[in-house]
């Protein structure tokens, strides 16, 4: 290859002339290992589908400047988070009150690809080195990513070539979607509630957990989002009908109580896990085919995952008291059966590695991740989060909020 069509150039992505190039470097980018089960995504043909719901986007491609061929893309977003927490003072008395939470802009890279016959050449590297510069101008102070433990050519782009380090390691729970609807128990009472109740006790409850967007509003009034549940036994005076709003709710909440939110992924991407042996397939699809005949039975079947597949994802999961873990497991079986209405295989959480909560959360290790991998850079050495330092160098909390604009 000649010196002239080694020359990549890194530009913003045109969706008016760029669309065929990237579907293909996409598709070239989905080969995987041979006799192995790999998992595939489809974009739905929305090649920014993962990062448009965010406050800013933006996704550049890699172009031989000979051919004008793409070779790689990445795309990244920004958004203002919660990194850390402060104790304010009252300004009377100078005693220590509530903990308030200290936002600084964050920015997030994902969907980095570069095609198959051009890696070793530092297209990646370039590629990285460009979205952070449109990071920086637009103020980002930290940057991170996430991606799987055993990816090393990714973890080592990024933490050797890049400047990152390893920040967090969370839990992906996932559960498949059974054709039997799950038994929600009669001793919980669950609540949906309205988009500005789902804000107010999020903002009081949740404002200074690691990772809280400050939009949460944003997030909650998405068309995306399906709503927020909250779950409290049965038996104390909260229900549906006697809701009395969130600032009440909180001014005299019950001894235990759970709520989690539902994001409709299915409308952004499809799934699909490719490399299963017939043998395999026939197995999971006898499994359904038993559950849909015999549902009475609530047999565990195996989800229809080696076809496009959509799923819902769980977010915002919180909760107190000691009956907390079951309420979130009452509110996990009224997720699945939406999903199930909802035409989806598999319902997905993503959750800190020591959250209290885990247990409470039903999921098959199978299909889910133990501990996937964030790493995070400091864009520049000023920043805004004194009290709190240099974030990357902090210890990891209990629980992180995983906005469901970026899983």
């Excluded at 020359?7 to 293909?24: A, L, M, N």
């Excluded at 957990?209 to 927020?228: A, H, K, Q, W």
């Amino acid at each position: 290859m000649g010196d002239d069509e080694c020359v990549i150039v890194i530009r913003e992505f045109d969706p008016s002339k760029d669309f065929t190039s990237v579907e293909e470097v996409e598709k070239r980018c989905e080969v995987g290992p041979s006799g192995k089960l790999s998992l595939f995504t489809d974009l739905l043909g929305d090649p920014i589908c993962r990062v448009r719901h965010s406050p800013a986007f933006l996704m550049l491609v890699a172009e031989l400047s000979s051919t004008k061929e793409i070779v790689g893309m990445i795309r990244g977003c920004i958004k203002t988070v919660t990194c850390g927490k402060k104790l304010s003072r009252n300004s009377k008395n100078n005693d220590l009150t509530k903990p308030l939470p200290v936002y600084t802009k964050l920015a997030y890279i994902l969907g980095l690809r570069v095609s198959p016959s051009h890696r070793r050449m530092g297209i990646g590297l370039k590629l990285v080195l460009s979205i952070e510069e449109w990071f920086i101008q637009n103020g980002a102070e930290y940057s991170y990513l996430a991606t799987e433990n055993d990816n090393q050519a990714s973890v080592n782009l990024f933490t050797d070539k890049c400047g990152y380090s390893k920040f967090r390691s969370p839990s992906i729970l996932v559960n498949p979607v059974f054709a039997h609807r799950l038994p929600v128990s009669n001793r919980v009472t669950l609540i949906k509630l309205p988009p500005s109740d789902a804000e107010s006790l999020y903002r009081r409850c949740f404002s200074t957990t690691e990772f809280f967007p400050r939009d949460i509003d944003s997030v909650l009034n998405n068309r995306l989002n399906l709503g927020t549940f909250l779950a409290v036994p049965r038996g104390c005076f909260y229900t549906q009908e006697t809701w009395p709003g969130s600032v009440k709710f909180l001014s005299d909440r019950p001894e235990s109580w759970a709520v989690l939110s539902v994001w409709n992924c299915k409308d952004v991407f499809r799934l699909e896990v490719r490399g299963a042996s017939r043998m395999r397939k026939t197995l999971a699809k006898t499994t359904r085919i038993v559950d849909k005949l015999l549902p009475f039975l609530r047999l565990p079947s195996i989800p229809e995952v080696f076809r496009p597949f959509g799923l819902h994802f769980l977010y915002g999961l919180g909760g107190e008291g000691p009956r907390a873990t079951k309420l979130v497991n009452a509110l996990c079986a009224h997720a699945h059966n939406l999903a199930k209405e909802g035409g989806c295989s598999v319902v997905a959480t993503e959750v800190a590695n020591r959250e209290p909560l885990k247990v409470g959360v039903p999921h098959w290790k199978s299909l889910s991740c133990d501990e996937d991998l964030w790493c995070i850079k400091r864009l520049g050495e000023d920043y805004t989060d004194g009290s709190v330092g240099d974030w990357t160098k902090s210890p990891p909390g209990l629980s992180i909020f995983v906005d469901p604009r970026e899983f």
